[in-house]
T-cell receptor, first 112, second 114 residues
Framework: GESVGLHLPTLSVQEGDNSIINCAYS??????FIWYKQESGKGPQFIID?????DKRQGQRVTVLLNKTVKHLSLQIAATQPGDSAVYFC???????????FGKGTTLSVSS | DGGITQSPKYLFRKEGQNVTLSCEQN?????MYWYRQDPGQGLRLIYY???????QKGDIAEGYSVSREKKESFPLTVTSAQKNPTAFYLC?????????????FGNGTRLTVT
């Protein structure tokens, strides 16, 4: 069935370090992938997206890498700050291409 | 400011009662979605609608119902048939997913049923 998973439920880093959050997906037909950030008690906030015809996309302090060969997605956050502490979700389109399927999330904790 | 408004933020109900969660958007988006989130879990799709007067079941539609009479509004009813209704409910909207666009989320309604 369709599922999007994450390798680690939690990640702890020091302020200023680079963070890498990983995600494995199962639907080889997915053509769109997104990373969201969710702070406690709030809705998910869009970070960055990538289409399947790309393998890398950069935003402000964030980079998403897509490896379709092994169905792996990662989010890199440069110079991690305490304000980056949150739960991060990856998501992919469902088989019909009509909605997003989410993974379980990785909790990022940044200590100063 | 454009956005998605979910109300109320907290909702309490007795078991056996139906309850309707509100979701309104002023982003002029065609598509709207309802997700459920349980502690420590990802988001699971309940229902979605790509156009007014049309909607589709998601992965966990049992015990829920929706309507889409207006483009701006997509209310979710949690019926007494939903066995574990206590959860955090998130509404989202987007331009049609076929164009590969991100979902914009509201800040959720936390429903507690006792």
């Amino acid at each position: 069935g369709e599922s999007v998973g994450l390798h680690l439920p939690t990640l702890s880093v020091q302020e200023g370090d680079n963070s890498i959050i990983n995600c494995a997906y199962s639907n080889s037909a997915s053509d769109y992938f997104i990373w969201y950030k969710q702070e406690s008690g709030k809705g998910p906030q869009f970070i960055i997206d990538i289409r399947s015809n790309m393998d890398k996309r950069q935003g402000q302090r964030v980079t998403v890498l897509l490896n379709k060969t092994v169905k792996h997605l990662s989010l890199q956050i440069a110079a991690t700050q305490p304000g980056d502490s949150a739960v991060y979700f990856c998501a992919e389109t469902n088989q019909a291409g009509t909605a997003l399927i989410f993974g379980k999330g990785t909790t990022l904790s940044v200590s100063s | 400011d454009g956005g998605i408004t979910q109300s109320p933020k907290y909702l309490f109900r007795k078991e056996g009662q139906n309850v309707t969660l509100s979701c309104e958007q002023n982003l002029n988006h065609d598509a709207m979605y309802w997700y459920r989130q349980d502690p420590g879990q990802g988001l699971r799709l309940i229902y979605y609608s790509q156009i007014v007067n049309d909607f589709q079941k998601g992965d966990i539609a049992e015990g829920y119902s929706v309507s889409r009479e207006k483009k701006e509004s997509f209310p979710l009813t949690v019926t007494s048939a939903q066995k574990n209704p206590t959860a955090f409910y998130l509404c989202a909207s987007s331009i049609p997913m076929g164009i590969n666009s991100p979902l914009h989320f509201g800040n959720g309604t936390r429903l507690t049923v006792t």
